[in-house]
């Protein structure tokens, strides 16, 4: 098997991170919310940290999910960050982007990155990860990396952003087979 990348951190959204009517919502990353482990399933994910269970904006089951049947776990390589800062500026930290998965690699991920099979390991064994997509960005986090507000035209800077963003930039989709534990140090394999 080969090693695609091996988790750093853990995260969960606890609500929406672009809260309000469309035309006044901004990218708002204080819902993202560091984890000691995940439970992984087709359903989304759910988090705990100090005895506490936190279940996910994207899991089928929140009150005011997200979940939109391949959004359930997000992936995005730590490698991502270096590029996004370098382009948008340093407020791009680590986790806010708002992935369930933050994973050492290589490198950035092309397109083909979750091309399968691929597998997570998890507390009881493996698990298998299949659907990979990139993960498409939306106007409010182009917005944020680009450091503005909400509303205004769609002018060229933001269709770069938006453009730049897409292919896997902004991270990744992929969807765990049956359940699992996850915690740091857990490598994601291929083979």
């Given at each position: 098997m080969e090693l695609i990348g091996t988790v750093v951190r853990l995260q969960v959204q606890r609500?929406?991170?672009?809260?309000?009517?469309?035309?006044?919502?901004?990218?708002?990353?204080?819902?993202?919310?560091?984890?000691?482990?995940?439970?992984?399933?087709?359903?989304?994910?759910?988090?705990?940290?100090?005895?506490?269970?936190?279940l996910d904006v994207h899991h089928a089951d929140h009150p005011d999910t997200r979940f939109r049947g391949v959004n359930g776990l997000s992936l995005l390589p730590r490698a991502h960050y270096d590029l996004l800062r370098s382009r948008f500026g340093e407020h791009l930290v680590d986790g806010v982007a708002g992935e369930s998965l933050l994973l050492d690699t290589d490198g950035p991920w092309g397109l083909d990155a979750l091309d399968g099979p691929l597998v997570?390991?998890?507390?009881?064994?493996?698990?298998e990860l299949v659907d990979g997509q990139p993960a498409p960005p939306c106007v409010e986090?182009?917005?944020?990396?680009?450091?503005?507000?909400?509303?205004?035209?769609?002018?060229?800077?933001?269709?770069?952003?938006?453009?730049?963003?897409?292919?896997?930039?902004?991270?990744?989709?992929?969807?765990?087979?049956?359940?699992?534990?996850?915690?740091?140090?857990?490598?994601?394999?291929?083979?």
């Open positions: 609500s929406r991170l672009k809260p309000g009517p469309k035309a006044t919502r901004v990218f708002d990353p204080s819902p993202l919310c560091e984890v000691d482990a995940l439970e992984l399933g087709p359903s989304g994910v759910t988090g705990h940290v100090d005895g506490e269970v936190l997570l390991e998890t507390a009881g064994g493996r698990l986090f182009s917005r944020f990396c680009l450091g503005r507000g909400p509303g205004g035209p769609d002018d060229a800077e933001l269709v770069a952003a938006l453009d730049a963003l897409d292919r896997g930039l902004r991270g990744f989709y992929a969807t765990p087979t049956g359940p699992g534990r996850v915690e740091a140090g857990a490598r994601l394999l291929r083979g």
